[in-house]
């Protein structure tokens, strides 16, 4: 038989959903809600530190350069570094380009990526052809790539097997700041 007038009556579980909720929403009523009750002393900016440069932040600006690699299809690191401890960080434009001659844009002979931890930047996993230059770097939209703590970031360059390309340097930049988290 079916009961017209069902009233589901409340159990452990909603109960325990229920005093979750309201813990919630008192730290989000003694301001800044859960991610101040967990992190008191992480810092706190007016604007969103990856968009605008705090004044605590520590710009850098990286740049390498290495001979044209072999023609071998393998992934070269031009240039690396690691977020320091206790800092996340923005790369805000970047460059990179070859020195040498014969060089087509789009041709496939080079592949520049810049990989950050254990992923491909957006946009920057597969590019073929030169961006900016070091007087003009390439700005890098939407927020830029945004850094994590301690997070390995790597500037790779990929000379295809089959290349007629020979002599020259490829060189590689990254613009952008540090900003401490607490």
């Known amino acids: 038989m079916i009961q017209e007038h069902y009233v589901p009556q409340p159990n452990q579980y909603d109960r ?29 900016y007016r604007q969103p530190p990856h968009m605008v440069m705090p004044s605590n932040a520590q710009p850098f600006q990286l740049i390498n350069t290495i001979p044209l690699p072999a023609a071998n299809g393998i992934d070269t690191t031009v240039l690396s570094f690691t977020v320091p401890q206790g800092f996340d960080g923005v790369i805000t434009s970047i460059t990179h380009g070859y020195t040498g001659t014969g060089f087509v844009n789009g041709s496939g002979n080079l592949t520049w990526r810049i990989r950050v931890g254990l992923r491909w930047a957006r946009d920057l996993g597969n590019v ?21 703590d301690s997070q390995q970031v790597l500037y790779i360059v ?24 607490a």
């Open 16 to 44: 325990s959903v229920w005093a979750i909720s309201s813990l919630y929403q008192e730290a989000q009523s003694k301001g800044g809600g859960i991610i101040t009750a967990c992190f008191p002393k992480r810092n706190s």
């Open 128 to 148: 073929t052809v030169q961006l900016g230059t070091l007087e003009t770097p390439y700005q890098i939209y939407r927020g830029g790539i945004l850094l994590k």
């Open 158 to 181: 990929n000379h295809s097997t089959g290349s007629s390309l020979s002599g020259g340097r490829i060189w590689c930049a990254a613009f952008g700041w540090y900003y401490p988290t």
